[in-house]
């Protein structure tokens, strides 16, 4: 009679094959009570799956201006409320970054160089494609003198508005 007395030298059964037969059972039960106790539940699921999606919009929201992702965030709030899901829950973070290139996209334009307005998109001189004001950096006599522009790779910089093509 082979015996393997390494796996149950711990053990204080005899040394029977009918008792190391139900020790082993034992301890595959013990194991797969303890792996189903480990497993993540549905609502863990839902919550790593909320946290990946707010972990994409805080990414994301890094490329647009701020009146964008305000936009964004309001209309995820307002299908929310239309649609019967929660705020803040992987459906909406979706939803909201579905909108916000939109919200750029759609940016009306600028008009008055010396008056420009969060969100609006402008042409600066010598560049390449459109750029969006995401804040006024400095007023002089209650008028913008410089603004912070993001362009679409989210590089922020600022210009003096004397360099706005209108």
Known sequence: MTTNKSNHRLCSHPNTKSA?????REKAKAAAELE??????????EF?????????????CERFAEAHIDSAYQNADDTSVEE??????KRWYECA???LESARDNAERCL?????????AVWITDATDWQWVDSIARYENG???EITVVDREGNRSTVPVTSIEV
């Open 20 to 24: 190391r037969a139900k020790c082993r």
């Open 36 to 45: 189903s106790f480990l497993a993540p539940t549905p609502e863990d699921l």
């Open 48 to 60: 790593r799956a909320m946290v990946e999606a707010r972990e994409a919009w805080e990414t994301a």
């Open 84 to 89: 019967g899901f929660e705020p803040m829950t």
């Open 97 to 99: 970054m579905m909108t």
């Open 112 to 120: 008055d160089a010396s008056d420009p307005e969060k969100g609006q």
């Open 143 to 145: 008028w913008a003198k």
